[in-house]
């Protein structure tokens, strides 16, 4: 019974090993989360870009990031590497004024908790509001690129570059559901979201990441809206010509 346990364990160690070796093994290489062209094998991701929109906050705010998931495979780090990114000028619409780069950007190291497969990062890259912005319907594009170096190279040639759509188009932002729709701010309009922002949250701070962590703080927001609504004199019209109205 003894012999049995001690061959099982070994097995087992075996098998972490191995699987430790096959995840984080090989040349250190880093990439974007999202494929700034569609895969070629296997074939079954399709491009994406990173969308950013003035519209989402309030007026005066001239300036945001936009964050850049980066995945990273090879040996475990020890210490944070630096790397750079450089525009693609032949993909790019974006004037100079309306970003900024970093000189470097960091990928931490850091502990990795058992069973995990993926070691992921996020930088974020400086977006400028222009003038020009309010007249373009569909906004300019930004494409930054990944530079190799000494201590990292670049992986997946399709997950090399980011596609960034800088823009002030009205949209509805991913975190307004049915669920807030019905406890919080009652149905979405682009007159709303902006009334709101431009009164009560003005550092747009209402983001998924509140509604599930800090929930209360998510319920203050929507409530001073409610009473900033109701002091207004004349009552604010919707884009339904009802009532503007929430329904916490």
Sequence with gaps: MKLFNI????????ACSEENIENFSGNNEIYFDKFFM????PGTT???????????????????????KVHFSGQLLKNDISFTLKVDESL???NKDEYTLDSNYIFHARVIREGVKEVIDTIRIKLHRSSRLKTMDEGVRLVVQLIPNAT???????????????????????????EI??????????????????????????????IQNNPDKARLLAMKFKNW??????MIIDEDGETMSVTI
Excluded: C, H
């Design 229 to 234: 609504l109701f002091s207004q004199e004349p």
């Design 7 to 14: 061959i099982a364990a070994v097995i087992l160690l075996v």
């Design 46 to 68: 399709q491009a994406d870009s990173t969308v950013e929109s003035f519209f989402f906050y309030p007026s005066g705010i001239d300036e945001i990031d936009a964050p850049l």
């Design 38 to 41: 569609d895969e070629v094998a």
């Design 92 to 94: 790019t619409s974006a």
């Design 152 to 178: 990292i190279s670049t992986g997946q040639y399709e997950r090399t570059k980011a596609i960034i759509i800088l823009t002030e188009k009205k949209a509805r932002p991913l975190w307004w559901d049915d």
């Design 181 to 210: 729709t019905e406890n919080l701010l009652g149905e979405y309009s682009q007159t709303k979201y902006k009334l709101f922002l431009d009164n009560i949250d003005l550092k747009a701070e209402l983001n998924a990441e509140m």
